[in-house]
């Protein structure tokens, strides 16, 4: 492990695991139905991969690019789109795919801006969620785990744009984002 990465919070296999059972409860709930996934780029890529091919439902996917953070580890509150969706919401049943959710903030803002597209339904996947954060009550239909209010790298997650391809997920060293 480098220097910066201080421990393992989530192994792959425990990853792999929860994915497993989050698909299988998705699978239940959308039977008969097809399911538009919406990824939120970048942070969800990996989660994407991973959740989508465990899925029996029929789905398509699609991306969404939001800025809420800078290249610092703090929600700014404000919510840019840098890249929208390609799909027409209009009485698609939506699945949005997120990597962590941590104020709530970004979420909040994106899950009312896609409900306004008249879907038929929108609720959230989210593999990670540090409940100690959260400032806004959003409703979270799949969580994978609830972890501490510290910054994390790995399985898509990035500081600085690092760290992504990680298989697991790690905590950061304190050092590298305080000074
Ligand atoms: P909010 O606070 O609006 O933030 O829920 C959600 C977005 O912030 C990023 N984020 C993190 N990224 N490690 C990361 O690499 C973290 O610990 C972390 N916490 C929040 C992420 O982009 C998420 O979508
Ligand atoms: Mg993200």
Known sequence: MGADLEHVLL???QIAERLDAMAAQIDED???RELLLVGVLKGAVMVMAD???RLHTPVTMDWMAVSSYGSGTKSSGVVRILKDLDTD???R???VVEDIVDSGLT???LVANLR???PASVEVAALLRKPESAKVDVDLAYVGFDIPS???VGYGLDYAERYRTLPFVGTLAKHVYTS
């Open 30 to 32: 959308y039977a008969g």
């Open 51 to 53: 959740l989508s091919r």
């Open 107 to 109: 979420l909040s803002w």
């Open 89 to 91: 919401l209009l009485g």
């Open 93 to 95: 049943d939506v699945l």
């Open 150 to 152: 510290e910054f994390v």
């Open 11 to 13: 192994t792959p296999d």
């Open 116 to 118: 306004s597209r008249k």
